[in-house]
């Protein structure tokens, strides 16, 4: 097949391109708006492309003869600017979806997430069909839960368009590390000082799922083998908590009302100290946990992976300041991340390039 995936040097993508990729597989392009060096994911052709930008026509010509289109792409950073966050994240899914309509491809597959969902009324697993729009304080989950309307429209002007969403919880792997602990920790603070967590503040209600990179990957390609429609759920078990969090991190829990936490992370990101925006502590504790029995009959997929094993691994490369061979997933130090700041800004306001 035929396949083209849009953030494709991610956390998501890399994976994706490891489970798809070598030879005699697929035909693979990736699209990046920095695509890495040739021969980091051999047999991989890449196009370069902003999807925060109408393009110049290179989408179309990049899914002309696809097979299927595996939409990843999605921002994080910067958080003081939702408009381009918007642009990137909504109107980027509205990009893919009109050249996947102009270019006749007949598979689209979406990268959602948790965060469409709306709020839990409790801890008792939802399946996909709880409502899908989104906790209202949360940029990120505004922004999913309005890509999920574009693809309600899809599917119903053009219904020869097969639509298949992935809803993942929280993603980890341990190459990916850099690359998360740079949207939520100021450049300032070295990796290592992870290993030094003496108390960890959290409201002990915390309960999220959480899965690997390569089992989201492998829901993936079980997706685009058999091109079954429709919203899929993919978690591991247990549900993460505030406990998994201190243990993985050698910290002591310290009970904080989850009200007193996002005061103080509202507080510093207002103040640009650091880059987490509160709506991610809104966030966290008003998402469901998932019922994945829908993968699991419908595609087959279970994960081979425990969320606690997740967690331990990403927080592990955290601290060992594992990186990926993409601009995404680079190496995180503090003396790139002052130089950076000082030529373009801090990361949670600086514009793109």
């Not at 408009?83 to 009109?98: C, F, H, M, S």
């Not at 999920?148 to 219904?159: F, G, I, S, T, V």
């Not at 992370?265 to 100290?273: G, Q, T």
Request: aromatic share 4%; charged share 20%.
């Amino acid at each position: 097949m035929r396949i083209v995936i849009t953030g494709a040097s991610g956390n998501v993508g890399s994976a994706v391109l490891r489970r798809l990729g070598g030879p005699g597989h697929h035909e693979l392009v990736g699209i990046a708006r920095r695509p890495p060096a040739d021969g980091t994911f051999p047999g991989v052709q890449w196009v370069r492309a902003d999807l925060s930008r109408d393009d110049d026509g290179r989408l179309g010509r990049a899914f002309a003869g696809a097979d299927s289109v595996v939409h990843l792409a999605w921002g994080f950073q910067p958080s003081h600017r939702e408009p381009y966050l918007r642009a990137l994240g909504v109107g980027g899914t509205a990009r893919v979806v009109d050249a996947c309509v102009a270019s006749g491809v007949r598979h689209l597959v979406h990268m959602s997430s948790v965060g469409a969902y709306s709020p839990r009324h409790d801890d008792a697993p939802v399946d996909e069909t709880w409502p899908t729009e989104g906790v209202r304080s949360s940029m990120y989950s505004r922004h999913k839960s309005a890509a999920e309307r574009l693809l309600d429209d899809l599917e119903q002007a053009e219904p020869q368009v097969v639509v298949s969403r992935m809803r993942p919880g929280i993603v980890g792997q341990r190459g990916a590390a850099s690359g998360l602990l740079r949207y939520g920790l100021p450049a300032l603070v070295p990796s290592v000082a992870l290993r030094h967590v003496p108390l960890l503040p959290l409201d002990r209600g915390l309960s999220v799922p959480m899965v690997h990179a390569d089992d989201v990957a492998e829901a993936v390609a079980l997706v685009l083998e058999s091109r079954t429609p429709g919203p899929f759920n993919l978690a591991a078990a247990p549900p993460v908590s505030a406990e998994h969090v201190a243990e993985a991190l050698g910290a002591r829990l310290v009970h904080v009302p989850s009200a007193s936490l996002r005061a103080v992370v509202s507080a510093s990101w207002h103040a640009r100290l650091q880059p987490l925006d509160p709506g991610w502590i809104d966030l966290a504790y008003a998402v469901p946990l998932l019922d994945t029995t829908r993968a699991l009959t419908q595609l087959g997929w279970m994960p081979t992976t425990d969320a606690t094993s997740v967690l331990a691994e990403t927080v592990a490369g955290m601290q060992d300041a594992e990186s990926g061979a993409t601009a995404v997933l680079r190496p995180r130090t503090v003396v790139a991340g002052l130089a950076r700041a000082a030529r373009r800004g801090p990361v949670s306001t600086r514009r793109t390039t």
